[in-house]
Nanobody
Framework: QVQLVESGGGLVQPGGSLRLSCAFS????????MSWYRQAPGKERELVAR???????NYADSVKGRFTISRDNTLNTVYLQMNSLTPEDTAVYYC???????????WGQGTQVTVSS
């Protein structure tokens, strides 16, 4: 069973930065596409960034140029570097793992990011 544990959330002022981490365990990390999603109060969960097993990255338009997703296959960890944060980035951020073949998907417990002065 895949386990995902997020960390790095917190309170930050507008314009500030945070780096989220997601530790993966259970299976072969390199065989999973890794993504970050977020869900703000009253809104649907949305894809923020994705890092495929082949190295392709995708970003939501709202975070392009500000957020960077990366993964370290030796540490079994995926990161989300978030810069120039705005109050609109306030949400619970979830780590997601999708197996390279099929529909197996796993979620972390989420980490709260609050951008406020």
């Amino acid at each position: 069973q895949v386990q995902l544990v997020e960390s790095g959330g917190g309170l930050v002022q507008p314009g500030g930065s945070l780096r989220l981490s997601c530790a993966f365990s259970g299976f072969v990390f390199s065989r999973y596409h890794m993504s970050w999603y977020r869900q703000a109060p009253g809104k649907e969960r949305e894809l923020v960034a994705r890092f495929s097993t082949t190295g392709i990255t995708n970003y939501a338009d709202s975070v392009k140029g500000r957020f960077t997703i990366s993964r370290d296959n030796t540490l079994n960890t995926v990161y989300l570097q978030m810069n120039s944060l705005t109050p609109e980035d306030t949400a619970v951020y979830y780590c997601n793992a999708q197996f390279i073949v099929g529909t197996n998907v796993y979620w972390g417990q989420g980490t709260q990011v609050t951008v406020s002065s």
